[in-house]
Each structure stands twice: as C-alpha cells, then as structure tokens.
C-alpha cells in the first residue's frame, strides 16, 4: 500500500529556510521519480520540484536557485530544501509522482497528509 508522510513545514520569516521530508512506502524509490507540489485553497496546483531516478532535477521558474530537491534511497525519502523563502511560497506542500525526465509533469495527487508552509514576518 502505497504512503506518503510529509513533514517539515512550519512558520518561518521571509529569507529563512526550511527543509521538507517525504517518508515514502509502498514502493521503491529506485525505480519512480518524484517531487513535490503545493497548492494554496482556492488556487491551482502548482509543480514545484521533481528528481527523477537517474536525478534528474526540474525546479518551478520561481524557486529555482532557492530550493533544492533531493532524495535518499536507502531511507525511501525525498527531500525539499527551501533557502530565501517568500512570502508567495506559503502553501501546502505534498509529494507526489512525477516525469521521470525532467519535463515539469506531475500528476498532482496527494496521497499524505501534506505539510503546511507559512512565511510572513
């Protein structure tokens, strides 16, 4: 049975960090890719980062230089590290499936209970 746990988020000042973690069972991380979206209520989902098995990286335009993603298969756990953070990052953050290739394709299915990104001073 395939599960997700996210955790990490918090309330953080603009400029500040966080570090997102995805706990993922069910399946082997070898072997699909993933990433994270966010989304905020009454808004679209948003295709933030994905690293594929190979590690291929795709960050959204408006993160790139500020999030890095990455992942470690012996743990079966993604990673979101977030630098210089916004305001206009504060959203829901879930991990989810995503293209393997780098392309920006996600398939925006939550299948945790997210974490919850809050930035304002």
């Known amino acids: 049975q395939v599960q997700l746990v996210e955790s990490g988020g918090g309330l953080v000042q603009p400029g500040g960090s966080l570090r997102l973690s995805c706990a993922v069972s069910g399946f082997n991380l070898d072997y699909y890719a993933m990433g994270w979206f966010r989304q905020v209520p009454g808004q679209k989902r948003e295709g933030v980062s994905c690293?594929?098995?190979?590690?291929?990286?795709y960050y959204l335009d408006s993160v790139k230089g500020r999030f890095t993603i990455s992942k470690d298969n012996a743990k079966n756990t993604v990673y979101l590290q977030m630098n210089s953070l916004k305001p206009e990052d504060t959203a829901g953050y879930y991990c989810t499936s995503c293209d393997d290739e780098g392309r920006g394709n996600f398939d925006f299915i939550s299948r945790g209970p997210g974490t919850q990104v809050t930035v304002s001073s």
């Open positions: 690293i594929g098995t190979s590690n291929i990286t």
